[in-house]
């Protein structure tokens, strides 16, 4: 079966760095997704890996090893409108999306 | 401006009543999905269209009903036969590539009392 696997939930203080990990299964691979969702309200687009390496995008960035089906989503500098909970998902083999469960990410003062 | 649009954002059912969740958009876009989206678990896909007049069941289709008749509405009917529709439903819709981003609509939370 096809799977994608984040942590729950992750705790981080105003103004550090968090590392948000996201790995997956899934039958084919054409790409991953990082969204961000506040509570009640619709994903926002993050970014988009294809190929491997590091995508840098102000204050957020996110890589992708496909030899290891492993992405993970740094946020720097955190600020308190950063709580909300992170997608990950990936454009599988029939170009469906895969969704992982999400991680709430929990910024304190 | 462009967008999609949802609505209602809130709404109450009896168990038993049908109730239609309308979702509009003025990008242009090709492709309409809805998804499901309940505490703790990912986005499940219950229907998507990328042409107007036809459709395709996603994971969790039973209980759901949609129509294309126009490009740029794509309603989801939750019918009396799907068993636990309290849930926060979400319309996304997308360019024609293949690997192009989602764009989402505010979303609709519906209660079933």
């Known amino acids: 079966g096809q799977n994608i696997d984040q942590p729950t939930e992750m705790t981080a203080t105003e103004g550090a760095i968090v590392q948000i990990n996201c790995t997956y299964q899934?039958?084919?691979?054409?790409?991953l997704f990082w969204y961000q969702q506040h509570a009640g309200e619709a994903p926002t687009f993050l970014s988009y890996n294809v190929l491997d390496g590091l995508e840098e995008k102000g204050r957020f960035s996110s890589f992708l090893s496909r030899s290891k089906g492993y992405s993970y989503l740094l946020l720097k500098e955190l600020q308190m409108k950063d709580s909300a909970s992170y997608l990950c998902a990936v454009i599988d083999s029939n170009y469906q999306l895969i969704w992982g469960a999400g991680t709430k990410l929990i910024i304190k003062p | 401006d462009g967008g999609i649009t949802q609505s209602p954002k809130y709404l109450f059912r009896k168990e038993g009543q049908n109730v239609t969740l309308s979702c509009e958009q003025n990008l242009n876009h090709d492709a309409m999905y809805w998804y499901r989206q309940d505490p703790g678990q990912g986005l499940r896909l219950i229907y998507y269209?990328?042409?107007?007049?036809?459709?395709q069941k996603g994971d969790i289709a039973e209980g759901y009903s949609v129509s294309r008749e126009k490009k740029e509405s794509f309603p989801l009917t939750v019918t009396s036969a799907q068993k636990n529709p309290t849930a926060f439903y979400l319309c996304a819709t997308k360019d024609r590539t293949d690997t192009g981003e989602l764009f989402f609509g505010e979303g609709s939370r519906l209660t079933v009392l």
């Open positions: 269209s990328q042409i107007v007049n036809d459709f």
């Open positions: 899934t039958s084919g691979f054409n790409g």
